[in-house]
């Protein structure tokens, strides 16, 4: 079995950063990619971003691109993102998701439980 458990998420004025934090472990082979997802409040889930394992390629929506930076540590199985210059259309349930290869070889995709970003003055 694989866990994601995102961490870091809360509330924070206008212009403010927050840094999401996700924590990979469990019958872990080898991580393919990773990557942040959001969900606002009425509105369906979209790609925020997402990062290789290996090669670290990143890739963004065009609405975080130059505002938000995807990274991983490869040792601890974690991925991060710094969120800056947040704005109130930023508000929404971010989870992580991640293609894994576990140790029986197969390969799948986990979501974590997300975490809350609210934006608001």
């Known amino acids: 079995q694989v866990q994601l458990v995102e961490s870091g998420g809360g509330l924070v004025q206008p212009g403010g950063s927050l840094r999401l934090s996700c924590a990979a472990s469990?019958?872990?082979?080898?991580?393919?990619?990773m990557g942040w997802y959001r969900q606002a409040p009425g509105k369906e889930r979209e790609f925020v971003a997402s990062?290789?394992?290996?090669?670290?390629?990143?890739y963004y929506a065009d609405s975080v691109k130059g505002r938000f930076t995807i990274s991983r540590d490869n040792a601890k199985s974690t991925l991060y993102l710094q969120m800056n210059s947040l704005n109130p259309e930023d508000t929404a349930v971010y989870s992580c998701?991640?293609?894994?290869?576990?140790?029986?070889?197969?390969?799948?995709?986990?979501w974590g439980q997300g975490t809350q970003v609210a934006v608001s003055s």
């Open positions: 469990g019958s872990i082979f080898s991580i393919n990619t």
């Open positions: 990062i290789t394992w290996s090669g670290g390629n990143t």
């Open positions: 998701n991640a293609d894994i290869t576990n140790t029986g070889r197969a390969r799948h995709i986990f």
